[in-house]
């Protein structure tokens, strides 16, 4: 596949900082498109959270919005486990986009995968389901702590590419 030079950008659209909550349902589905293996599969709340669960102890949000914020306890889905749990290979991905309903969304590569394994799909938030507020199913970057522009909220569709 040829890529762009630019696919390394970690944004999918442009974005000012400032979250827009869509009117998110209240039982969100996570679809996880494998564009290597050309095929695709939308897991229920219920399958999300049958999935090996991880704990992110001590998180902070580096919001731009306003103050710092944390620490918090994540708790969910390895990004890493999703993959491997959906039979995707990890070792032939050139990225993975993690867009939300807003239709923000970051981009990690297989490097970033390798050197963060924590990176999480967080389903609760201090031992709570995560609020509509708070992002319901929201993509936790541990690595990233500048702008918190990989932390995407209200997480749609994860595609492999
Ligand atoms: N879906 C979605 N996720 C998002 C955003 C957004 O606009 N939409 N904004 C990002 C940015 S720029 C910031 S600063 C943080 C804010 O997160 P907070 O409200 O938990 O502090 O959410 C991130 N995740
Ligand atoms: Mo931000």
Redesign the pocket.
């Given at each position: 596949m040829a890529l762009s030079a630019d696919w390394r950008h970690s944004q999918v659209h442009s974005?000012a900082?400032?979250?827009?909550p869509?009117p998110a349902p209240p039982n969100p589905t996570v679809t996880l498109v494998d564009h290597l293996a050309d095929r695709s599969h939308t897991f229920s709340p219920a399958e999300l959270a049958a999935l090996p669960v991880t704990v992110l102890a001590a998180c902070f949000?580096?919001?731009?919005?306003?103050p710092l914020?944390g620490p918090f306890r994540f708790s969910g889905v390895r990004l890493l486990d999703l993959l491997r749990h959906a039979g995707s290979d990890t070792t032939a991905l050139h990225w993975v986009e993690v867009v939300?309903?807003?239709g923000?969304g970051a981009r990690i590569g297989p490097a970033e995968l390798d050197s963060d394994p924590r990176i999480l799909l967080a389903l609760t938030i201090d031992d709570h389901p995560l609020a509509r507020d708070?992002?319901l199913v929201r993509l936790i970057v541990p690595s990233e702590t500048t702008?918190?522009?990989k932390?995407?909220?209200?997480?749609r569709t994860i595609e492999l590419f």
């Amino acid at each position: 596949m040829a890529l762009s030079a630019d696919w390394r950008h970690s944004q999918v659209h442009s974005h000012a900082h400032h979250p827009h909550p869509p009117p998110a349902p209240p039982n969100p589905t996570v679809t996880l498109v494998d564009h290597l293996a050309d095929r695709s599969h939308t897991f229920s709340p219920a399958e999300l959270a049958a999935l090996p669960v991880t704990v992110l102890a001590a998180c902070f949000i580096q919001s731009t919005g306003h103050p710092l914020s944390g620490p918090f306890r994540f708790s969910g889905v390895r990004l890493l486990d999703l993959l491997r749990h959906a039979g995707s290979d990890t070792t032939a991905l050139h990225w993975v986009e993690v867009v939300s309903i807003d239709g923000f969304g970051a981009r990690i590569g297989p490097a970033e995968l390798d050197s963060d394994p924590r990176i999480l799909l967080a389903l609760t938030i201090d031992d709570h389901p995560l609020a509509r507020d708070a992002g319901l199913v929201r993509l936790i970057v541990p690595s990233e702590t500048t702008e918190a522009l990989k932390q995407v909220k209200w997480v749609r569709t994860i595609e492999l590419f």
